[in-house]
């Protein structure tokens, strides 16, 4: 295993065994996670894998992204791979997705790129004209069909293709700031919404060719989202309305159900220690 460029946490994640067949126990009757027997939940239609991170999972999620990387490369970048990782607002997504492609980038220099869901925030300025700022990240705050369009043309089209991203000092997004090369094998997207049910997010997945779901324990997923207001500037009082208003109605929102993912991630923490 390869662990260089990975932070101190993951080093010492790596010394644990890759994705174990069976479930694991800290999933067992969760009540946001995919149960019975091969994992499959209701509604699902198939099984669902699940792993740890970080610890025992992490040399399996490095061997999945490097596997679908391979398959975008093959394809002379005619139809680049596409993974999607998804989960409520401070699961650990951003970090996953941030990891992996600091690895790939290490093995692979050049070969994979990162397209965040939160560049199709829609502008700051057209949200206050229609009285939505309080919102700001709810489903209907984003431009849906400009991503599905995005991502479409990442399947499609050799490039080089041009993509946003959001900047979150300025709560806006500036555009054309990502390139995608004809070279890109693989491209990870990451967001809230990515496996929501309802029109128009659930024509995400079919644009997929992987979907991995990071969940994070309510109680610690909170206590990160006052952090990261506070970190943004905002008071505790102002912090705490946040996680507990929108944030909250939205972290319900994309734990309630997911549209067929093939990997959930349960990231685990000591809360002794933190």
């Known amino acids: 295993m390869f ?19 069976e479930p694991t126990e800290i999933l067992r009757g969760h009540p946001h996670a995919p149960y019975g027997p091969g994992c499959c939940k209701e ?21 999945r992204a490097l596997r679908l990387l391979d ?4 394809e002379a970048g005619a139809q ?14 951003s970090t996953v997705a941030r990891l992996l492609l600091a690895e790939l980038d290490r093995r692979r220099p050049g070969a994979a790129v990162g397209v965040g869901m939160d560049a199709f925030h829609i502008g700051h300025r057209v949200l206050a004209g229609r009285g939505q700022t309080g919102i700001k990240g709810a489903p ?12 479409r043309r990442i399947r499609t089209e050799a490039g080089p293709i041009y993509a946003p991203e959001f900047e979150r000092d300025i709560e806006d997004s500036l555009a054309h700031v990502v390139e995608i090369r004809p070279e890109v094998g693989l491209v990870i997207t990451e967001g809230n919404y990515l496996l929501l049910e309802s029109e128009p997010w659930v024509r995400v997945r079919e644009l ?22 506070q970190h943004h500037g905002h008071d ?9 208003g929108n944030d909250e109605r939205n972290a319900e929102l994309v734990n309630a159900a997911q549209n067929r993912p093939d990997l959930w991630i ?9």
């Open 3 to 21: 662990c260089v460029g990975w932070t101190d946490s993951l080093r010492a994640a790596c010394a644990h065994p890759a994705i174990a067949s």
């Open 208 to 229: 997929l060719d992987e979907a991995w779901f990071v969940h994070l324990a309510d109680s610690e997923r909170q206590r990160r989202m006052v952090l990261r207001h």
């Open 140 to 151: 209907e705050t984003f431009d849906a069909e400009g991503y599905r369009h995005l991502l």
């Open 43 to 63: 509604g699902y239609g198939m099984a669902v894998e699940r792993t740890v991170w970080p610890g025992r999972g992490v040399d399996g999620l490095i061997d």
């Open 236 to 244: 505790h009082r102002a912090s705490h309305e946040r996680t507990f």
């Open 71 to 74: 398959r975008g490369a093959s």
């Open 266 to 274: 349960e990231q685990e923490f000591e809360p002794n220690t933190r």
């Open 80 to 93: 680049r791979a596409i993974l999607g990782i998804a989960g409520a607002p401070a699961s650990g997504k």
